[in-house]
């Protein structure tokens, strides 16, 4: 069976509560990239008090979707060309990795479920003139893939405190159509390489799958930042 994308979303603590919300309305840009958070109106948004706000503002900044300013307070974090960089810089190593242990520990199962997600993305690029699935479905093919490397220090590193600002980035970058045929090609080129449990092949093509996303978004980032100028 397939498993959903992990999110830290187990503290049902009114602290734990206020930093979902919270969470999601910075991730869908309710709450846009550069707002300084105020801190009495968002109390009253989510109907808490200071003490739990503060601790949720704090998990936030620990995800790296909020920083703190000198003589400014809190701030929703804007997603900069060489921060975008840095992170996919970092995915590629760490996925990399993630996929040659799971081409080693993945059992059969899982291997069997993860064609079955590619055959749903297959299948929604087919019905949807070419668009990918939404970012959350994007990520949970990979997710899978971090799950089966067994390795549980990746699994936080890439599940908790990097998910979250891929989810970001995504949601900002969504009216952009993504490279949907090539990233489909590469996902099962990947998953054929973890069914043969090849493992340096498979930490290859994930390297090489990143890396690309890494140069279109480069492409992107850079072509809207010279229109804008103009």
């Given at each position: 069976?397939?498993?959903?994308?992990?999110?830290?979303?187990?503290?049902?603590?009114?602290?734990?509560?206020?930093?979902?919300?919270?969470?999601?309305?910075?991730?869908?840009?309710?709450?846009?990239?550069?707002?300084?958070?105020?801190?009495?109106?968002?109390?009253?948004?989510?109907?808490?008090?200071?003490?739990?706000?503060?601790?949720?503002?704090?998990?936030?900044?620990?995800?790296?979707?909020?920083?703190?300013?000198?003589?400014?307070?809190?701030?929703?974090?804007?997603?900069?060309?060489?921060?975008?960089?840095?992170?996919?810089?970092?995915?590629?190593?760490l996925e990399g990795k993630a996929a040659a242990l799971a081409a080693e520990n993945m059992s059969d199962d899982d291997?069997?479920?993860?064609?079955?997600?590619?055959?749903?993305?297959?299948?929604?690029?087919?019905?949807?003139?070419?668009?990918?699935?939404?970012?959350?479905?994007?990520?949970?093919?990979?997710?899978?893939?971090?799950?089966?490397?067994?390795?549980?220090?990746?699994?936080?590193?890439?599940?908790?405190?990097?998910?979250?600002?891929?989810?970001?980035?995504?949601?900002?970058?969504?009216?952009?159509?993504?490279?949907?045929?090539?990233?489909?090609?590469?996902?099962?080129?990947?998953?054929?390489?973890?069914?043969?449990?090849?493992?340096?092949?498979?930490?290859?093509?994930?390297?090489?799958?990143?890396?690309?996303?890494?140069?279109?978004?480069?492409?992107?980032?850079?072509?809207?930042?010279?229109?804008?100028?103009?």
């Amino acid at each position: 069976m397939l498993t959903q994308a992990h999110t830290p979303d187990t503290d049902s603590t009114l602290s734990g509560t206020t930093t979902i919300a919270l969470r999601e309305a910075i991730i869908t840009g309710v709450i846009p990239a550069g707002e300084k958070l105020n801190e009495p109106r968002l109390a009253e948004q989510f109907e808490v008090s200071r003490g739990p706000l503060r601790e949720a503002i704090r998990r936030l900044v620990a995800m790296g979707l909020v920083r703190h300013v000198p003589h400014q307070g809190a701030r929703v974090v804007t997603l900069e060309l060489d921060s975008i960089m840095e992170l996919y810089e970092v995915r590629e190593a760490l996925e990399g990795k993630a996929a040659a242990l799971a081409a080693e520990n993945m059992s059969d199962d899982d291997i069997a479920s993860l064609r079955e997600l590619l055959e749903i993305h297959r299948n929604h690029i087919e019905s949807n003139s070419g668009e990918y699935m939404n970012a959350d479905g994007d990520f949970d093919f990979h997710y899978q893939i971090i799950r089966g490397s067994g390795n549980q220090l990746l699994i936080n590193q890439l599940c908790d405190e990097l998910y979250h600002l891929i989810r970001m980035f995504r949601y900002q970058t969504s009216r952009v159509k993504t490279r949907s045929n090539r990233a489909l090609k590469e996902h099962a080129q990947l998953l054929d390489a973890i069914e043969q449990r090849d493992a340096p092949l498979a930490e290859m093509v994930m390297r090489h799958h990143i890396a690309r996303a890494k140069r279109s978004i480069h492409q992107f980032m850079t072509t809207t930042e010279e229109n804008h100028e103009h």
